[in-house]
């Protein structure tokens, strides 16, 4: 794993908690019925691109349908983070999702060890 700086460290921070605060107050319905949880943001060097890292629970719709859906609002998210961390960041960076699966790998991993 990169190492990060301290500046990346609470770039990352911040937009992970606005980012989660924005996708509670649209709630389930805007997301098809699904809990979203951002789990981790990673934030390129120069402060212009975040990788967004979200978890997905108990939807009829698969992770990817979520994701996709995610991905249409996008430029929605952004807009919305821009409002929140306007002085805190000078630029907001550009964001790009991707479904986080470490919860999968521990339950397989835990299905493993109880065989």
């Known amino acids: 794993m990169e190492a990060y700086s301290v500046r990346q460290n609470k770039v990352s921070k911040l937009i992970q908690t606005t980012l989660a605060e924005i996708i509670q107050k649209k709630g389930?319905?805007?997301?098809?019925?699904?809990?979203?949880?951002?789990?981790?943001?990673?934030?390129?060097?120069?402060?212009?691109?975040?990788?967004?890292?979200?978890?997905i629970f108990a939807t009829s719709k698969?992770?990817?349908?979520?994701?996709?859906?995610?991905?249409?609002?996008?430029?929605?998210?952004?807009?919305?983070?821009?409002k929140l961390v306007r002085n805190q960041l000078r630029v907001v960076p550009e964001l790009s999702f991707y479904i986080d699966d470490t919860l999968d790998h521990i339950e397989k991993i835990d299905d493993l060890l109880k065989k």
Request: hydrophobic share 40%; net charge negative.
């Open 62 to 82: 698969t992770k990817e349908e979520i994701l996709e859906i995610v991905e249409k609002d996008n430029k929605t998210l952004r807009y919305e983070l821009g």
């Open 28 to 55: 389930f319905q805007a997301y098809g019925g699904a809990m979203i949880t951002v789990a981790q943001v990673r934030v390129s060097p120069d402060l212009n691109y975040a990788k967004v890292y979200i978890s």
